[in-house]
């Protein structure tokens, strides 16, 4: 399991974050194998708690998979349990995930805070806030590792955010877009 790589500490204690690992590998490997998930027990109140998380599946270096609820949808291990059958199989950026490709994959859990409007960009912090951005119908949403694994400045981060939503680069500069902020515990 990695360390923590950015992000803040929400409690969860290294049992808790391993369980969390366990819970999503078994996933994906059980579906890439088409057999059937296994009922998870789980007693520790903190992942019976409702969270917003995401399940980020890299293989080699390079993004293969990541999809994930921004807010509290139902207790964080059932959570971390849909994302990552999402991640693996029903990302739209991606093929689903081979049985043959399960060896060389490795999984990233993002536990999120709850969102926060900012009025001032400069309330963003690089490397320890998230972004999500909405303006009309469009919505896009990067995590706070995304900035410090590609050493993007706060601006940069808006930019590639509102790429992400579909929207010129700038237009987190007009009055209508709505930015919001959030940290993760990123495991």
């Given at each position: 399991m990695k360390e923590q790589k950015a992000g803040i500490d929400l409690g969860l204690n290294p049992d808790e974050k391993k369980l969390l690992h366990h819970i999503a590998k078994t996933v994906i490997e059980n579906r890439a194998r088409r057999q059937p998930v296994p009922e998870f027990k789980v007693d520790a109140p903190i992942l019976r708690e409702n969270r917003g998380a995401f399940v980020t599946i890299n293989k080699n270096g390079r993004l293969r998979?990541?999809?994930?609820?921004?807010?509290?949808?139902?207790?964080?291990?059932?959570?971390?349990?849909?994302?990552?059958?999402?991640?693996?199989?029903?990302?739209?950026?991606?093929?689903?995930?081979?049985?043959?490709?399960?060896?060389?994959?490795?999984?990233?859990?993002?536990?999120?805070?709850?969102?926060?409007?900012?009025?001032?960009?400069?309330?963003?912090?690089?490397?320890?806030?998230?972004?999500?951005?909405?303006?009309?119908?469009?919505?896009?949403?990067?995590?706070?590792?995304?900035?410090?694994?590609?050493?993007?400045?706060?601006?940069?981060?808006?930019?590639?955010?509102?790429e992400k939503a579909g929207l010129p680069i700038n237009s987190w500069k007009d009055k209508d877009t709505e930015i919001f902020i959030f940290s993760a515990d990123i495991f």
């Open positions: 998979g990541c999809i994930g609820y921004i807010e509290d949808r139902g207790p964080l291990y059932k959570t971390v349990e849909e994302m990552a059958e999402a991640a693996a199989f029903r990302d739209p950026r991606f093929s689903p995930v081979k049985e043959k490709e399960l060896s060389e994959l490795e999984i990233e859990i993002s536990v999120l805070t709850p969102l926060r409007k900012v009025t001032d960009v400069n309330e963003i912090e690089v490397g320890k806030h998230g972004i999500y951005l909405k303006k009309g119908w469009y919505s896009g949403l990067l995590l706070p590792q995304v900035a410090t694994e590609y050493g993007w400045d706060r601006q940069t981060f808006l930019e590639h955010t509102c």
